[in-house]
C-alpha cells in the first residue's frame, strides 16, 4: 500500500482474508487495526458517490465494487493513489487539476431559459437526448483520467471524463453555451489530441464510453471549424 | 492539437491512401515487368501526370507526417509552443524538399 507523498513507498501489511471482501474493506481494515494515520478517500461504499478510486494491482478501480477475490494475485494487491494526478497523501490523490479541466471544457451547464419560461419539451427518443443518455452516468470518479495514456503524456489534455461532460451538454438543446464550449474542446489539449486508445471504455466502472463521446466531439468540432465557427 | 491541424491530417491521410496504393502498384509493376532505371526515366521525364501525382504524394506527407511528429515532440519529449513548431515544421520542411528534390530528378528533361 502506498504511503506517503509522491516521494513515498510501498509498504506491506498482512490483512486477513474474509469473504465477499472488497479491496476498501482491506484499506479500511489497515487503517482500524494497523495504522491510524493512512489516508485515503471514501463515502457511500456502494458505488454510487465515486470517491473511492485507487489503483489496485496496476488498474484505477472503484475499491468499494472490486472483490479481492477477483483482483487479488498469489493473495497479494498492490493499492495506490490513482495515477495521473498528484498525491495528497497515501491513498489521496489531489483532483484540483481533474476537476478544472472540467471547468475548462465548459462542462457547465449554461441556462438559455428562466424559470418563467415552460419546461423545454425534450423526446425520450430525440437522437440528441439518446447520445447525451449515453454519458449522463459519469459520477466524476476519476478512473478513466488515472487510466488515460494521453493524459499521462499530455498535461494539456483535457482528458475523457471533462470530455465527455461536454459531449453530453453539447446534446443539450436547452444549453446557450454551445460555441464557447466548441471552442473550448477544440482547442490544443481538446478532443482532437485523444488517441482513442479506449481506456477510458475499458475500464469505466459505469460502463460510460467516453472514447464514442469524444469522437462525437470530434465530428462536431470539425463541422464547426468547416463553417468557420470554431 | 487543434481542429485546423486535426483536418490538415486526417485530410492529407485521405489523399494519401489511394496514392500509397497506387505507388505500391507502380513498384509492382516496373519489377514485374523488369524496367530498368533507363525505361523508367524514359517514362517519367517531361510528364506532367507523374510530377502531379508525385508532387501531390509528397506535399501531403509533408504535411501529414509534420503534424505526426509535432504530436510527438509534445507528448514524449514534452516540447510546447514555439519550440515544438520550429522543430515541427522544420521536420516538414526537410521532407517537402526532399520529395521535390527526387521527383525533380525523374521528371525533369
Known amino acids: 500500500m502506498w504511503r506517503g507523498g509522491s516521494d513515498g513507498r510501498y509498504v506491506d501489511y498482512d490483512v486477513p482474508q474474509r469473504d465477499s471482501q472488497t479491496v476498501?474493506?482491506?484499506?479500511?481494515?489497515?487503517?482500524?487495526?494497523?495504522?491510524?494515520?493512512l489516508s485515503y478517500r471514501f463515502a457511500c461504499r456502494v458505488g454510487m458517490c465515486g470517491s473511492c478510486a485507487m489503483t489496485v494491482n496496476g488498474r484505477p478501480r472503484w475499491t468499494c465494487r472490486t472483490h479481492v477475490s477477483k483482483v487479488a494475485k498469489g493473495g497479494k494487491l498492490k493499492i495506490g493513489p490513482l495515477a495521473n494526478m498528484p498525491v495528497i497523501k497515501d491513498l489521496?490523490?489531489?483532483?484540483?487539476?481533474?476537476?478544472?479541466?472540467?471547468?475548462?471544457?465548459?462542462?457547465?451547464?449554461?441556462?438559455?431559459?428562466?424559470?418563467k419560461d415552460p419546461i423545454a419539451p425534450i423526446k425520450p427518443d430525440d437522437p440528441a437526448r439518446i447520445a447525451a443518455n449515453a454519458g449522463i452516468e459519469c459520477i466524476n470518479c476519476g478512473v478513466c483520467y488515472a487510466a488515460c495514456d494521453t493524459v499521462r503524456w499530455n498535461k494539456d489534455y483535457l482528458g475523457p471524463a471533462a470530455l465527455n461532460r461536454a459531449w453530453t451538454l453539447v446534446n443539450d438543446e436547452r444549453d446557450a453555451g454551445q460555441g464557447a464550449r466548441l471552442a473550448a474542446v477544440s482547442a490544443e489539449g481538446g478532443c482532437m489530441s485523444c488517441h482513442t486508445h479506449e481506456s477510458c471504455h475499458e475500464l469505466c466502472p459505469n460502463s460510460l464510453n467516453p472514447t464514442a463521446s469524444i469522437a462525437g466531439l470530434k465530428r462536431r468540432a470539425m463541422k464547426a471549424y468547416v463553417r468557420g465557427g470554431e | 492539437?487543434?481542429?485546423?491541424?486535426?483536418?490538415?491530417?486526417?485530410?492529407?491521410?485521405?489523399?494519401?491512401?489511394?496514392?500509397?496504393?497506387?505507388?505500391?502498384?507502380?513498384?509492382?509493376?516496373?519489377?514485374?515487368?523488369?524496367?530498368?532505371?533507363?525505361?523508367?526515366?524514359?517514362?517519367?521525364?517531361?510528364?506532367?501526370?507523374?510530377?502531379?501525382?508525385?508532387?501531390?504524394?509528397?506535399?501531403?506527407?509533408?504535411?501529414?507526417?509534420?503534424?505526426?511528429?509535432?504530436?510527438?515532440?509534445?507528448?514524449?519529449?514534452?516540447?510546447?509552443?514555439?519550440?515544438r513548431a520550429t522543430v515541427a515544421f522544420g521536420f516538414g520542411l526537410l521532407l517537402l524538399m526532399l520529395?521535390?528534390?527526387?521527383?525533380?530528378?525523374?521528371v525533369l528533361p
Not at chain 2, 8 to 36: C, E, N, S, W
Open chain 1, 24 to 37: 476498501l474493506d482491506v484499506v479500511t481494515f489497515v487503517q482500524r487495526n494497523i495504522d491510524a494515520t
Open chain 1, 92 to 115: 489521496a490523490a489531489d483532483m484540483r487539476e481533474f476537476f478544472q479541466k472540467w471547468q475548462n471544457a465548459k462542462g457547465v451547464f449554461a441556462p438559455s431559459k428562466t424559470r
Open chain 2, 1 to 83: 492539437m487543434n481542429a485546423r491541424l486535426y483536418i490538415l491530417q486526417r485530410g492529407t491521410a485521405a489523399i494519401m491512401a489511394p496514392l500509397v496504393l497506387l505507388h505500391i502498384a507502380v513498384i509492382f509493376y516496373a519489377t514485374h515487368k523488369g524496367l530498368t532505371a533507363g525505361d523508367i526515366l524514359a517514362r517519367t521525364r517531361g510528364s506532367v501526370a507523374w510530377a502531379t501525382f508525385y508532387g501531390v504524394f509528397v506535399l501531403a506527407i509533408s504535411i501529414h507526417a509534420s503534424i505526426g511528429v509535432r504530436t510527438i515532440l509534445g507528448e514524449w519529449l514534452g516540447l510546447r509552443g514555439r519550440a
Open chain 2, 99 to 106: 520529395g521535390l528534390r527526387a521527383i525533380a530528378a525523374v
